[in-house]
């Protein structure tokens, strides 16, 4: 990551200072009971649009990693939609919205928990409208018999969005096989990896798609080397469960043992591989199979 020095000490300690307490590395989830069928609105409702002031969205609930936000939509699509092809950024906080797109549930930040710009990935547009992945969770586990989405969506304006970098290829997470694999657009394996994945207590969530959101170095987990990739994803079966408050996230990141069922549900690589998906820009998107 580039930045100035002030800043990046700013972010690193901040960073170290939330995974000191949270740990990175407890991460889990799995899919687990009946998932309804997400229904999205063709249109939003009738009434112009008439978009809420500065002061009005910073009062929204920040979608971040450890939120919980009910009016988020669950996202429980398993295939990569075409206009997941870009990633974005905002240039100021901006509200988020429910399928009805009139009264805003949550706003997303300018800035992620690390001071970088938070990024963006639509997965629909519709008219002005762009729906995106969010990193928070829309409900809990314990809330949902343990069938709560390992991600959410929601609703935001198109025209609040910049484009940042096209999205050329996308990770695949292949939890029976045990790799890791980076697709290209064209749907060929680029190069293919053998990982650790979720032990049989603590599953890696499947059949869901997220995507890198933020990626920095853990001093207080050791890694000081290769960086961890944070995804949008969540436990989809436990609110906590490794006792932190980091929202059950899935990583993908360095471990010296990367085979087998060995993790809390965190993906995890030897150097090289980590290395390898460390290449690919933030935003791409990562898919779970089974």
């Known amino acids: 990551m580039t930045r100035t020095s002030t800043v990046r000490a700013a972010s690193t300690a901040l960073a170290a200072a939330l995974l000191l307490t949270f740990g990175l590395t407890a991460c889990t989830g799995q899919d687990t009971g009946t998932k309804p069928t997400a229904t999205r609105s063709a249109t939003p409702s009738a009434e112009a649009y008439e978009a809420p002031s500065a002061a009005q969205v910073a009062l929204l609930p920040q979608a971040q990693y450890n939120a919980v ?25 901006a509200p988020l919205y429910g399928d009805d797109r009139t009264k805003p549930v949550a706003r997303l ?24 992945m969010t990193p928070a969770r829309q409900a809990l586990p314990s809330a949902t018999n343990g069938a709560a989405a390992a991600q959410s969506a ?6 609040l969005l910049t484009k940042k970098t096209s999205l050329e290829d996308h990770v695949v997470i292949a939890v029976g096989a045990q790799t890791v694999s980076i697709v290209g657009a064209d749907g060929k394996t680029v190069k293919e990896f053998p ?14 798609i997220g995507y890198i959101q933020a990626r920095y170095l853990d001093p207080a987990q050791d890694q000081t080397v290769h960086e961890i990739n944070l995804t949008t ?3 989809a079966a436990a609110d906590e469960p490794y006792g932190g408050e980091d929202g059950g996230l899935i990583g993908v990141h360095y471990e010296s043992t990367a085979r ?14 980590v290395d390898a998906i460390n290449k690919l820009p933030l935003g791409t998107i990562v898919q779970i199979t089974a």
């Open 260 to 273: 087998g069922a060995v993790s809390h549900g965190c993906v995890r690589l030897d150097g090289d591989a």
């Open 154 to 159: 929601a609703w935001i304006r198109r025209d």
């Open 109 to 132: 930040a300018e800035k992620d928990f690390l001071g970088d710009p938070t990024v963006v990935v639509p997965v629909q547009f519709s008219g002005d409208w762009a729906m995106v």
């Open 69 to 93: 936000i009910g009016g988020l939509l669950p996202y429980y699509e398993s295939t990569i939609p075409k206009t997941a092809d870009e990633s974005y950024t905002i240039s100021a906080d």
């Open 233 to 235: 994803l969540h436990s």
């Open 195 to 208: 990982a650790g994945v979720g032990a049989g207590g603590t599953p890696t969530p499947t059949g869901v």
